[in-house]
Every structure is written in C-alpha cells, then in structure tokens.
C-alpha cells in the first residue's frame, strides 16, 4: 500500500524558512519522481516543485525559484523541500505525490498517489 506522509509545516513569520518532508512507503522509492504541490484557500493546486527518480532533475515553478530547494534521501525513501524567504502567496496547504514514472512533471495529472498535505501559513 502506497503511503506518502508530510511533515513540517506551521506558521512562519514572512522571511522566515520551513523543511517540508515527505516519507514514503510501500513502493520502490527510487524508481519515481516525486512532486511537491500546493493549494491556496480559493485556488487551484498548483505545481511547486519536481524530483527525478535520481535526484539529477530538479524543475520549479517560477514563484518559488531561488528561493525553494527539492532534495531527497532514497535510502530514507523521504524528500525534502527546503523553503526559504517564505512570504503570504506561499500560505497554501502542502502536499507530495508519487509520479507515474522516474521523469519529473509539475502538472497533476502526470502523480498516482498524493499525501493528505501540511498546512503552511505565513503570516505576521
């Protein structure tokens, strides 16, 4: 069975920095990419972030570029999504998902298997 769990979220005063992780089990970790997504109250889910199976492509939105990092740890079948110089369009609830394949996408539709999501607010 197919589980992939977020951590990490909370409230964060705009500048401030959260690590996102998303453990995963029952499949082969390393055989998927892994894809970070968020959802703004009113708004659609949108792509943030995208691993390769390796780790060697990494794709961003252009909102969070130079300021987001997507790593992750196949022996510990978790990715990280290192979040820095947090502001107000980041609040958003923050979910991972299992792609269909070992290549990366930020659209939806290309991930099977989605967490339940972590709240990220940033706010003063």
């Known amino acids: 069975q197919v589980q992939l769990v977020e951590s990490g979220g909370g409230l964060v005063q705009p500048g401030g920095s959260l690590r996102l992780s998303c453990a995963s089990s029952?499949?082969?970790?390393?055989?998927?990419?892994i894809g970070w997504f968020r959802q703004a109250p009113g708004k659609e889910r949108e792509g943030v972030s995208c691993?390769?199976?390796?780790?060697?492509?990494?794709f961003y939105t252009d909102s969070v570029k130079g300021r987001f990092t997507i790593s992750r740890d196949n022996a510990k079948n978790t990715v990280y999504l290192q979040m820095n110089t947090l502001n107000a369009e980041d609040t958003g609830v923050y979910y991972c998902?299992?792609?269909?394949?070992?290549?990366?996408?930020?659209?939806?539709?290309?991930?099977?298997?989605w967490g339940q999501g972590t709240q990220v607010t940033v706010s003063s």
């Open positions: 029952g499949f082969t970790f390393y055989y998927y990419a």
């Open positions: 691993i390769s199976s390796t780790g060697g492509s990494t």
């Open positions: 998902a299992m792609a269909r394949g070992s290549g990366c996408s930020l659209t939806a539709n290309w991930y099977d298997y």
